[in-house]
Nanobody, 115 residues
Framework: QVQLVESGGGLVQPGGSLRLSCAASGMIFSRYILDWYRQAPGKQRELVAVITNSGNTNYVDSVKGRFTISRDNAKNTVYLQMNSLKPEDTAVYYC?????????WGQGTQVTVSS
């Protein structure tokens, strides 16, 4: 059974940093493209960052230069390092794994940026 479990969310002041982790089990992790999405209250879920199984990355424009996605295939874990956080980054962050027609979601972790 595939599971994705996020951690690392919390409350942080503007300008601060957080690192989200997503630990996977029940899957051949290295085969999957991994994404981080976020959903703010009253808004649609949006794709924030992607890392392919070969390590290529891409980001939504609003987080470029501030967020970094990475993966550790030995630990079956994907990370999202978030720096220079802004109030508009406040959302529930979800990790997502996809390979072909198979896709899996984590349960989400809340990130709140507020003074």
């Amino acid at each position: 059974q595939v599971q994705l479990v996020e951690s690392g969310g919390g409350l942080v002041q503007p300008g601060g940093s957080l690192r989200l982790s997503c630990a996977a089990s029940g899957m051949i992790f290295s085969r999957y493209i991994l994404d981080w999405y976020r959903q703010a209250p009253g808004k649609q879920r949006e794709l924030v960052a992607v890392i392919t199984n070969s390590g290529n990355t891409n980001y939504v424009d609003s987080v470029k230069g501030r967020f970094t996605i990475s993966r550790d295939n030995a630990k079956n874990t994907v990370y999202l390092q978030m720096n220079s956080l802004k109030p508009e980054d406040t959302a529930v962050y979800y990790c997502h794994a996809v390979a072909g027609f198979q896709g899996y979601w984590g349960q989400g972790t809340q990130v709140t940026v507020s003074s």
